[in-house]
C-alpha cells in the first residue's frame, strides 16, 4: 500500500520557520522524483520545490532563498525546511512523487499558517 504522510505543519509567526517531513512507503522511493505543492483557499495548488531522484532541486520563485528541500533515500523520507516565513505562505503542503513512466502519488497535506 503506497503512502506519503506529511507531517511538521502548524501555526508560525512570520519571520519563524517550520520543518515539513513526508515519510514515503510502499513503492520506490530512490527512483521518484519528489516535490512539495502548496494550496491556498480558492486558489490552485502551485509547485514550491521539488528534488529530482539525483538530488537535483528547483524552487518556485516566491520562496527562493528562503525554503530548501532534501531527501534521505535511506529513510524514504523528503523534507521542506521553510525560513523567514510569510502569510501568503499561509496554505495546505502536498507531498508528491512522480516518475516519467510511472504513476505518481499524493500525500494528504499539511496545514501551514503564517499569522502573528
Known amino acids: 500500500q503506497v503512502q506519503l ?3 511538521g505543519g502548524g501555526l508560525v509567526q512570520p519571520g519563524g520557520s517550520l ?3 513526508c515519510a514515503a512507503s510502499g513503492f520506490a522511493f530512490r527512483i521518484y ?3 512539495w505543492y502548496h ?3 480558492g486558489k490552485q ?3 514550491v520545490a521539488k528534488i529530482t531522484s539525483g538530488g537535483s532541486t528547483n524552487y518556485a520563485d516566491s520562496v527562493k532563498g528562503r525554503f530548501t528541500i532534501s531527501r534521505d533515500n535511506a529513510k524514504n523520507t523528503v523534507y521542506l525546511q521553510m525560513n523567514s516565513l ?3 505562505d499561509t496554505a495546505v503542503y ?3 512523487a512522480e516518475n516519467p513512466v510511472l504513476r505518481a502519488y499524493w500525500g494528504q497535506g499539511t496545514q501551514v499558517t503564517v499569522s502573528s
Open 86 to 88: 510569510k502569510p501568503e
Open 94 to 96: 502536498y507531498c508528491n
Open 5 to 7: 504522510v506529511e507531517s
Open 19 to 21: 520543518r515539513l517531513s
Open 45 to 47: 495548488r502551485e509547485m
Open 33 to 35: 522524483h519528489m516535490g
Open 39 to 41: 494550496q491556498a483557499p
